[in-house]
């Protein structure tokens, strides 16, 4: 099963989710931003990424650059922040049973699917 983790205010999000829909594959759509991701739920996509916490969050948010950007934080605690802040995750993600993507670009996603 794919999963879609997806802001549906966000352009390049709604981008991705039309390429998943496309492809005919089965899938299911999370609003990651009504439905928070656990700690251990963010742990287990920022494996398959292989990605660092930091390499995840959106600096450009107004949120990480007034309350975070100038701490020096493990990466326990960038994903606490992620989880308590979920608009500073960046997207789409999309997930496979055994890899994940964010796409951006959307041939990330093509590649996947």
């Known amino acids: 099963m794919i999963t ?3 802001n549906a205010r966000c352009k390049k999000s709604r981008e991705g ?4 829909k496309n492809s005919g594959k089965e899938y299911q759509i999370r609003e990651y931003l009504k439905e928070p991701l656990s700690e251990e739920e963010l742990g287990k996509i920022l494996d ?3 990605f660092y916490p930091m390499q995840l969050i959106r600096t450009n948010e107004k949120i990480w650059k007034e309350e975070y950007k100038n ?3 493990s990466d326990k605690e960038l994903i606490t922040v992620m989880v308590k802040n979920p608009k500073l995750i960046e997207r789409p993600i999309v997930e496979t049973p055994n890899t994940a993507v964010v796409g ?3 041939s990330k996603i093509e590649d996947i699917l």
Request: no cysteine.
């Open 4 to 6: 879609v983790y997806h």
């Open 17 to 20: 989710l039309e390429l998943v």
């Open 48 to 50: 398959k990424l292989s």
């Open 71 to 73: 701490k020096d934080l």
């Open 104 to 106: 951006r670009p959307g």
